[in-house]
Nanobody
Framework: VQLQASGGGLVQAGGSLRLSCAASGRTVSSYVMGWFRRAPGKEREFVAFISRSGGNSYYADSVKGRFTISRDNAKNTVTLQMNSLKPEDTAVYYC?????????????????WGQGTQVTVSS
């Protein structure tokens, strides 16, 4: 499985970005998908995950109400819409796929990772 994340960039505080994760090599409809991020000097942290069908999702408290995760199984993609961005959202964002098990916020539970896309929010 290969995951390709895109959509990162530089945005001012209060702005929006839309990240996409395109999967190849495997149909993602059978798997939980997640987004994580790593800020400079910090550990990787959970952002959001979405169930196989897309009917359930879960967010970190820090992004709840501002970020929305969605998936299009027909297109084999997962999207993270980020609104009301803050400087503390600055990080490299990674999409991930979990092949076995239910939804999880633990990075170690995910088996495949994209290369990451940089998001920088200026104040």
């Amino acid at each position: 499985v290969q995951l390709q994340a895109s959509g990162g960039g530089l945005v001012q505080a209060g702005g929006s970005l839309r990240l996409s994760c395109a999967a190849s090599g495997r149909t993602v409809s059978s798997y939980v998908m997640g987004w994580f991020r790593r800020a400079p000097g910090k550990e990787r942290e959970f952002v959001a995950f979405i169930s196989r069908s897309g009917g359930n999702s879960y967010y970190a408290d820090s992004v709840k109400g501002r970020f929305t995760i969605s998936r299009d199984n027909a297109k084999n993609t997962v999207t993270l819409q980020m609104n009301s961005l803050k400087p503390e959202d600055t990080a490299v964002y990674y999409c991930a796929l979990r092949t076995i098990g239910t939804m999880s916020r633990r990075a170690n539970d995910y088996d495949y990772w994209g290369q990451g896309t940089q998001v920088t929010v200026s104040s």
